[in-house]
């Protein structure tokens, strides 16, 4: 099958890396000459323009992999680019709210918006990605060797209408907040409770065999500890990507209290100003371990 990717960052080039070993054709265009680089020798053929991505693609099935900040302005382009009857599929971090309307601006335009939530980060190219799908049926059909090969076993489903698979992206990572952030504080109580030089890594090591607590985050932090028993060099800020923070927003909505997501939430934000303690390290370490972001990311913004 024959797909054209936008956004060779992190996710995208690792994904647009998978798709091309699993045989399919995958051109891709980033306005980065650095980022395009990069894919030499992977079977991903690169281009320096979207006119030329699109002039590889007899059907024009293109992924945007881009920052949310960024997807309205390249939808905007692409509307104005493709033909009738072409798929763009966000896959990035939106706001379902905002995928909702853009894809009626794509209807319009004869188009297909397909939302999909996707999450795996930097472990994705050896494990898969998790996809969370949402719009016309139609088209998820038709990518559907795209998602087969993106994914694990049973790692992608249509959740239905259009929104609907960036909303259980988007609630995917709250949870994972305040997942995170309870393994945060365990560790820290281990780490400054009763007994003196625990080995943290020793009991994530423990947990993981046979513990109802065992989790591929925890897998992480044992990880992460192992190598870095005290976190040296982390300053403990952790930076929010928004996401969490539409999810609390839409529970206000619907009048849902989340006390453990928002506890996380608060916390998170509390370290960008000055709050940090042994639990927010690791909590920082984690998203370095799992998304590959700077290990001091939070006091770069």
């Known amino acids: 099958m024959t797909i054209g990717f936008i956004g060779l960052g992190k996710m995208g080039s690792n994904m647009s890396k998978r798709l091309a070993a699993a045989g399919h054709e995958v051109a891709a265009y980033d306005p980065s000459e650095s980022a395009r680089q990069v894919m030499d020798g992977s079977g991903v053929v690169t281009v320096d323009s979207r006119d030329a991505l699109l002039d590889k693609l007899d059907r024009q099935l293109l992924w945007m992999m881009i920052p949310s900040q960024f997807v309205d302005e390249e939808l905007d382009v692409l509307l104005e680019a493709v033909k009738p009857g072409a798929v763009i599929v ?47 049926e139609q088209a998820v059909t038709e990518l559907t060797p795209i998602f087969n090969d993106l994914s694990p076993t049973d790692g992608w489903h249509h959740f239905g209408q259009s929104g609907s698979g960036h909303f259980v992206k988007m609630t995917h990572n709250a949870i994972e907040y305040g997942l995170m952030q309870s393994y945060g504080e365990g560790y820290r109580l281990l780490r400054d409770g009763p007994f003196e030089d625990l080995d943290l890594a020793a009991a994530g090591n423990v947990w993981q065999h046979g513990s109802i607590i065992k989790s591929l985050l925890n897998q992480l932090a044992a990880e992460a500890l192992s190598d870095n028993p005290t976190l040296d060099g982390v300053d403990g800020e ?15 909505e619907h009048e849902l209290n989340l006390p453990a997501i928002q506890a996380a939430f608060d916390t998170r934000l509390a370290s960008q100003n000055g709050q940090i303690n042994f639990a927010t390290k690791l909590v920082a370490a984690l998203r370095n371990k799992f998304g590959g972001h700077d290990i001091n990311e939070g006091s770069n913004q």
Request: net charge negative; glycine share 16%.
């Open 238 to 252: 952790v930076a929010e990507s928004g996401e969490t923070r539409w999810a609390l927003e839409v529970a206000a």
């Open 90 to 136: 966000d896959g990035g971090n939106s706001d379902y709210r905002l995928s909702i309307e853009r894809a009626y601006r794509a209807a319009k335009a004869d188009v297909v918006y397909l939302d999909v939530g996707t999450s795996g980060g930097i472990l994705g190219p050896e494990h898969g990605y998790s996809l969370m799908i949402g719009g016309d």
